[in-house]
C-alpha cells in the first residue's frame, strides 16, 4: 500500500501527520503495517449511532484506567467515532486500542465513506468569531496526537491516532 498524504480527497490510501503531532503532511513510511503498535489491549464493535460515541469513551476510560494520556484519548476518541458516525456508510464502528513503545495507538474502523478524513479548507480555528459545531474534528486530532492518520481498503475506513 503507498502512503500518500494527509485529506487528499481522491486518495483512499494512508496519509499520516508529521512524528511529533502537528499538520504537517509527510510520505515515505511504507513500513506502517495495517495494524501497527504492540498487543491489543481492548477492541469493541459499536452499532454506528451517535449514541454509541459515549460507549466508545466508556470503553477506552475502562481500558486505559488512570494512564496520563486519558482525558486526550477520550476527546479524540469521541471525535474520531463522531465523525465515523457522521460520514461512513457501514453498520459498525470498531474501536481498537493497542500498546506501542512510547505509548498507546486508537484505531476507530468504518464500513468507509465517498471522503476521507479532511481538515477544514483553512486548516486551522476560525479568526472570525464562528463557533458552529463541525468540521474541526480531524483538526483536534492531529494537534493533540503524536501521530495520526489513516488507511483505506475494501472493508472501509481506519482512522488512527497515537498518544
Known amino acids: 500500500m503507498r502512503e500518500t498524504p494527509f485529506g487528499h480527497r481522491g486518495d483512499r490510501d494512508i496519509g499520516e ?3 511529533g503531532g502537528g499538520i504537517g503532511a509527510r510520505g515515505g513510511r511504507p513500513d506502517i503495517p495495517a495494524t501497527a503498535g504492540g498487543p491489543v489491549l481492548g477492541s469493541i464493535v459499536l452499532a454506528r449511532r451517535p449514541e454509541e460515541v459515549a460507549a466508545a469513551r466508556r470503553f477506552v476510560a475502562k481500558v486505559l484506567g488512570d494512564r496520563p494520556e486519558i482525558d486526550t484519548a477520550l476527546l479524540l476518541t469521541s471525535e474520531a467515532v463522531t465523525n465515523a458516525v457522521i460520514h461512513a456508510t ?12 512510547a505509548g498507546i495507538r486508537v484505531e476507530v474502523g468504518d464500513g468507509g465513506a465517498d471522503t476521507v478524513p479532511t481538515i477544514r479548507d483553512r486548516g486551522d480555528l476560525p479568526t472570525d468569531g464562528d463557533l458552529r459545531e463541525g468540521g474541526r474534528g480531524v483538526l ?4 493533540l496526537a503524536v501521530r495520526s492518520g489513516f488507511r483505506a481498503d475494501e472493508s472501509g475506513l481506519t482512522y488512527w491516532f497515537e498518544l
Open 140 to 143: 483536534l486530532i492531529r494537534r
Open 90 to 101: 457501514g453498520p459498525t464502528v470498531t474501536v481498537t486500542i493497542t500498546r506501542t513503545a
Open 17 to 19: 501527520t508529521a512524528p
